[in-house]
T-cell receptor
Framework: AQTVTQSQPEMSVQEAETVTLSCTYDTSESDYYLFWYKQPPSRQMILVIRQEAYKQQNATENRFSVNFQKAAKSFSLKISDSQLGDAAMYFCAYRRAGGATNKLIFGTGTLLAVQP | DGGITQSPKYLFRKEGQNVTLSCEQNLNHDAMYWYRQDPGQGLRLIYYSQIVNDFQKGDIAEGYSVSREKKESFPLTVTSAQKNPTAFYLC????????????????FGPGTRLTVL
């Protein structure tokens, strides 16, 4: 069975600094998708960034970028120039490509605090 | 605006009652999902539906039921058989992968907080 592990329950960063959130996953599949979702205090899940496993190039969305290491099964999120609005719970998620369902498998989350 | 709406935002249930959580989307997405979130945990899949009039159990379907009579709507009923229903419930939708969409990312509604009194 696929699993997703986020080993950092909490992280803190100074405003304007850079922080990296870790995520590892376990799968025997070769084709899959990886996602980072943000859950602010409003509790709505917001997509931050996604990565297709067949793409070697790391995904980037403005200040957010990932370091995707397929062989190591690692998928970290880097937030540059951190802003107060980045404070939230961040979830890493995995989805198998193909198959009978689009089920997302989530990690337990990392709570990010941004210090002014 | 296109999006996913869930109602109510807060719901209180007495022991032994069934309650229904609403989820509506106007994104023209084929697939819809229900997740449950408990403190300190990620989301877990309750039910999902890939097309109208069809739905499948997820990982924690016991004590829940759904219907999918319209493409836009996927209500979740929490029955009295659900032993520990207090949680945050999130609905999501995505384009059906069978149409050829390569990533069909799931987009989430704002959630419903259910509390058993």
């Amino acid at each position: 069975a696929q699993t997703v592990t986020q080993s950092q329950p909490e992280m803190s960063v100074q405003e304007a600094e850079t922080v990296t959130l870790s995520c590892t996953y376990d799968t025997s599949e070769s084709d899959y998708y990886l996602f980072w979702y943000k859950q602010p205090p409003s509790r709505q899940m917001i997509l931050v960034i996604r990565q297709e496993a067949y793409k070697q190039q790391n995904a980037t969305e403005n200040r957010f970028s990932v370091n995707f290491q397929k062989a190591a099964k690692s998928f970290s999120l880097k937030i540059s120039d951190s802003q107060l609005g980045d404070a939230a719970m961040y979830f890493c998620a995995y989805r198998r490509a193909g198959g009978a369902t689009n089920k997302l498998i989530f990690g337990t989350g990392t709570l990010l605090a941004v210090q002014p | 605006d296109g999006g996913i709406t869930q109602s109510p935002k807060y719901l209180f249930r007495k022991e032994g009652q069934n309650v229904t959580l609403s989820c509506e989307q106007n994104l023209n997405h084929d697939a819809m999902y229900w997740y449950r979130q408990d403190p300190g945990q990620g989301l877990r899949l309750i039910y999902y539906s890939q097309i109208v009039n069809d739905f499948q159990k997820g990982d924690i379907a016991e004590g829940y039921s759904v219907s999918r009579e319209k493409k836009e709507s996927f209500p979740l009923t929490v029955t009295s058989a659900q032993k520990n229903p207090t949680a945050f419930y999130l609905c999501a939708s995505s384009i059906d992968r069978r149409t050829g969409a390569s990533t069909d990312t799931q987009y989430f509604g704002p959630g419903t907080r259910l509390t058993v009194l």
